[in-house]
């Protein structure tokens, strides 16, 4: 079965299924719940750090919490590896570690076990009174996206060249956890792009049952993917290579002016009734799976 052939699966058996994490109610507020896996093979390059390795594995998940306006409590990593190796472990903690207290909070615990390939599973706990979701664009909100495009593309790029400390730097991103709470209040709707912007546009309009009208040169491409993609595949890795983990979300119009200006973000196109389009011509709902 296909990736997205699997979630589909899942969501006929469970309903709540559907967003960047799960929402359980708690008191008086909502505990926001997310688990990714990661594997040697499909996720780390060869020539990946320890460090960024660790890092990574907890950014994923700490990205979820961003995309649902989440403020994060702890997170938890468990760690399968064939050999168990004490650099690769502490290398793989130290980022891990690094990249929690970037956000504001801690690892908190976790498990270790002997395993075929090096695997990560790490579970991320969060708190919102709102939790921003995918579902609730409106026709007329803005489509907007943080920060810059490219860089994963990038620094896959620079991997295979041998760069490796080049590549360390671009594939370590900054979770948006800070910019996520400040965007809470105002977006109708938010997605981290993991799989590529134009398969996460049709996740978004899927849910909210609207459709986008994206205007690809404001789009914002990173100053690595310009200098180090061909512009003749530039567009390609922008629109549909995977792994950004940059916040896409809507907005009402009038509300952009108060977002608060700590938040790096671009207003790339509108909300409409139905269709992805890019410049006037659909976009294919096409991007990474795993």
């Known amino acids: 079965m296909r990736e997205s052939e699997i979630i589909a699966l899942i969501r006929e058996r469970i309903a709540a299924a559907g967003d960047d994490a799960a929402v359980l109610p708690f008191r008086d507020t909502n505990l926001v719940l997310t688990t990714d896996m990661l594997h040697r093979r499909t996720d780390f390059p060869a020539g990946t750090s320890p460090y960024v390795i ?3 594995a907890v950014a994923v998940s700490l990205s979820d919490l ?3 306006g989440a403020r994060p409590l702890g997170v938890l990593l468990a760690l399968g590896d064939p050999d168990l190796e004490s650099g690769l472990v502490n290398g793989i903690l130290h980022g891990a570690i690094a990249c929690c207290a970037s956000t504001g909070t801690t690892l908190v615990g976790g498990d270790t076990d002997r395993h075929q390939e090096l695997t ?9 009174a709102r939790p921003v979701r995918r579902r609730g664009a409106r026709v007329g909100d803005a489509v907007c996206v943080t920060g810059d495009l490219g860089r994963t593309q990038a620094a896959l790029r620079l991997y295979a060249a041998g760069d490796l400390a080049a590549a360390d730097e671009l594939f370590a991103f900054s979770p948006r956890v800070e910019w996520g709470l400040r965007l809470a209040p105002y977006a109708t709707s938010m997605i981290d792009i993991s799989d590529g912007l134009a398969h996460s546009l049709h996740l978004l309009a899927q849910e909210s049952g609207v459709g986008f009208e994206i205007d690809e040169p404001l789009l914002p491409v990173s100053t690595a993917a310009t200098q180090g993609i061909p512009r003749a595949e530039l567009r390609e890795a922008i629109l549909f290579g ?4 940059e916040l896409l ?4 119009k009038e509300a952009i002016a108060v977002i608060p200006p700590t938040v790096r973000f671009s207003v790339i196109g509108n909300v409409t009734e139905a269709g992805v389009r890019a410049n006037g011509h659909a976009l294919p709902d096409t991007g990474y799976e795993h």
């Open 120 to 128: 990560l599973v790490s579970s991320a706990v969060g708190e919102a």
């Open 66 to 68: 961003a995309a649902m």
């Open 249 to 252: 979300f809507t907005v009402p």
């Open 54 to 56: 660790g890092w990574r």
């Open 242 to 245: 995977g792994e950004d983990y």
